[in-house]
């Protein structure tokens, strides 16, 4: 079946630091790829996708991008914030039958940002 | 536009007990999915909505149930109640077109005792 594996966390990052959050997937056939984030008390948000190999995603000054030939799906940001301090999920949404709805996420990564 | 909307955003139950959640999916969305999210197993897929229609469940026991209106909107339930069953429960809703994200309420935080 569909996983994703997240590098292990917790991540503690000084304020304006590079940020790398590695996904890697195990999916048949064409997955979509998407990063959410979740933040204390909250429902997750999305952060960014990506359809189909080689796309990048970006948003808020995040980007990743789907490679295919290496299943992964890696987050990164040239200068992390504060406000960034949060708890990342990668997710897939594959592309056959059995998978109608259904996201399979990573564990996620809690990220800290300290002044 | 109104996101998703879950009610309640808090329960406190006792074991043994049921329970009904409920979920308003964004204006135009008829897929409703379920998760349950706990600090041990993470977020794991309960079961997708389409059209009043189950298409997919997760690997869950048979007291977890849902159903979806003409509406759209969307409710599940559990039954017999157990103290693992304690997690914050996550409805979210999308297009059902391929490659379309999901967007997420905010949660029921369920708490059995």
């Known amino acids: 079946g569909d996983s994703v594996t997240q590098m292990e966390g917790p991540v503690t990052l000084s304020e304006e630091a590079f940020l790398t959050i590695n996904c890697t997937y195990t999916a048949t056939g064409y997955p979509s790829l998407f990063w959410y984030v979740q933040y204390p008390g909250e429902g997750l948000q999305l952060l960014l996708k990506a359809t189909k190999a080689d796309d990048k995603g970006s948003n808020k000054g995040f980007e990743a991008t789907y490679r295919k030939e290496t299943t992964s799906f890696h987050l990164e940001k040239g200068s992390v914030q504060v406000s960034d301090s949060a708890v990342y999920f990668c997710a897939l949404s594959g592309d056959g039958g059995t998978s109608y709805g259904k996201l399979t996420f990573g564990q996620g990564t809690i990220l800290t940002v300290h002044p | 536009k109104a996101g998703v909307t879950q009610t309640p955003r808090y329960l406190i139950k006792t074991r043994g007990q049921q329970v009904t959640l409920s979920c308003s999916p964004i204006?135009?969305?008829?897929?409703v999915s379920w998760y349950q999210q706990t600090p041990g197993q993470g977020l794991q897929f309960l079961f997708e909505y389409f059209s009043e229609t189950q298409r997919n469940k997760g690997n869950f026991p048979g007291r977890f149930s849902g159903r979806q209106f003409s509406n759209s909107r969307s409710e599940m339930n559990v039954s017999t109640l157990e103290l693992g069953d304690s997690a914050l429960y996550l409805c979210?809703?999308?297009?059902?077109?391929?490659?379309?994200?999901?967007?997420f309420g905010q949660g029921t935080r369920l708490t059995v005792v």
């Open positions: 204006s135009g969305h008829r897929s």
């Open positions: 979210a809703s999308s297009l059902n077109l391929a490659g379309t994200e999901a967007f």
